[in-house]
């Protein structure tokens, strides 16, 4: 059984620092009025944040022992209607899939409305809340729009900002917030999880899913549902090839990953080949097991490759380039000696 929407998620695992950090700071009597909850795409930022959020509306109750931090009953008339997206003093901004299909965006025109809400007076007396998921999606103008706010917070209002690529923000923006860091879940607490929403999935297959997400359960959800163990297997097959892949197996991998219009599998399938090569290039720097074609160049190259490969994903989807090309092209210079 799949976890409930973000918004609608009793459940926080791993993360009861987290949640202890931010119920302290509000339990001290001067809550900052803006926190960036960073970690990996996946992790539970957006689950913290609502689940911040929802107690704050309430007025803070006190959790039963059993439970973490920051909890609140999904019985509460509060969490019913954030879990409905009907409460007043709570707004979301979450980003939306561009013109392009699968690059996402958070508009400036959405992040202009911001300091009005927060200007409001609270409709429950309590505070104003703007949960911003994944706050790196915004370009430079909406990232300025969003620094006013946070030089010049009105009484009673809270930012909460979700970000898997901090360093993408401005420094103003980064200085202005009080960041909480949240980190991977151990394998043990990863295959717990993913045996109860994936019951379907055998053991072997879990653990690698879990490895590939680098714990972060939402993110395993995301690779589960789209194909990611395939796209895996796609990766790895590659890899082994190397340096002398065959061509027929190169066009034939870039015609797959090119056929679904939304681009997904690319983006996907780009993703789990430069975790692959960051995890190998990772290995043999330590002096630890390797694949063996990391032997075939220094480790110099292959960092470079890494950062290329980057490039070329964000440009194909940016600029709207021939998604089968830039697999190709990408794979090339892999195999190029």
Known sequence: ??????????????????????????????????????????????????????WLLADRPEAPPDEAPLY??????????????????LRALAPNAGERGVKLMIRVDEVRQVPRFLGLTAAEGGWRIVIVEQVEAMNAEAQNALLKTLEEPPARALLLLTSAAPDRLLPTIRSRCRRVDLFPLPAPEMDALLAGWLPELEAEPRAVLARIAGGAPGRALQLAEGDGLLLQKSVDSF??????PDQRALHALADTLAARRDGSAYVTFMEL????????????????????????????????????????????????????????????QLASR
């Open 1 to 54: 059984m799949t976890p409930p929407e973000t918004r609608a998620n009793p459940e926080l695992r791993g993360h009861d620092h987290a949640a202890a950090t931010l119920a302290e700071a509000a339990g001290a009597g001067r809550l900052h009025h803006a926190w960036l909850l960073a970690g990996p795409r996946g992790v539970g930022k957006a689950t913290l944040a609502y689940r911040f959020a929802r």
């Open 72 to 89: 609140l009953p999904p019985s509460h008339p509060v969490f019913r209607r954030v879990a409905a997206g009907g409460h007043a003093d």
């Open 239 to 244: 890899l082994a090839t190397l340096p002398r």
């Open 273 to 332: 080949l430069r975790a692959a090569l960051g995890e190998a290039i990772r290995a043999a720097g330590r002096g630890q097991p390797a694949p063996a074609w990391i032997a075939t160049r220094p480790l110099a190259q292959w960092a470079t490759l890494w950062d290329t490969l980057g490039r070329l994903a964000d440009e194909t989807e940016t600029l709207n380039l021939d998604r089968k090309q830039a697999v190709l092209s990408g794979l090339s």
